[in-house]
């Protein structure tokens, strides 16, 4: 289990890879993101992309995923994310996941808790980065090490 106390600045995780199919893509981006290069294989040939590429929703659900099944966290919540897409994900990718902790603020107040500052990568088979996502997650404390 992951908490404030035993998860350290620059600690990094590896997670499971996530292969990127069309079909999923298209049924993803009917509901959620209809544009023509998310949501029409023909359409999105001629589009600026050249063919289908998956919704920035559709990238930060997977990122959601694997970071649940990286570990188990004692979380008390999300507060923030930002996240950047770098480039175009595309079907047919496999993308890999990456999570590094990068800071970590005791809370003043509830000394049962902190603030971590994760920052996630999703990658492509190519080494291309396709999502960089910076979360800040509440996480208590070890309960051994609450003075």
Same mark, same amino acid.
Request: charged share 20%; hydrophobic share 40%.
């Given at each position: ?77 999300? +507060? @923030? ?5 770098? /480039? &175009?994900? =595309? ?7 990456? %999570? !590094?902790? +990068? @800071? ?5 107040? /509830? &000394?049962? =808790? ?7 990568? %999703? !990658? ?24």
């Amino acid at each position: 289990m992951v908490n404030f106390d035993n998860c350290t600045i620059g600690q990094t995780w590896q997670g499971n890879s996530f292969y990127l199919n069309e079909k999923d893509i298209v049924e993803f981006s009917l509901i959620w993101d209809p544009q023509p290069f998310h949501a029409d294989p023909i359409a999105a040939k001629t589009s600026f992309y050249g063919g289908i590429t998956a919704p920035s929703a559709y990238l930060f659900c997977i990122a959601s995923k694997l970071f649940n099944d990286t570990n188990d966290y004692a979380g008390i919540g999300g +507060i @923030k994310h930002e996240f950047e897409i770098a /480039k &175009p994900a =595309r079907a047919g990718d496999t993308l890999s996941f990456m %999570l !590094t902790c +990068i @800071k970590k603020i005791p809370s003043k107040s /509830k &000394p049962d =808790r902190g603030i971590v500052i994760f920052e996630l990568k %999703l !990658t492509t088979q190519n080494g291309d980065v396709v999502l960089k996502q910076q979360s800040i997650i509440m996480l208590y404390r070890d309960e051994s090490m609450i003075l």
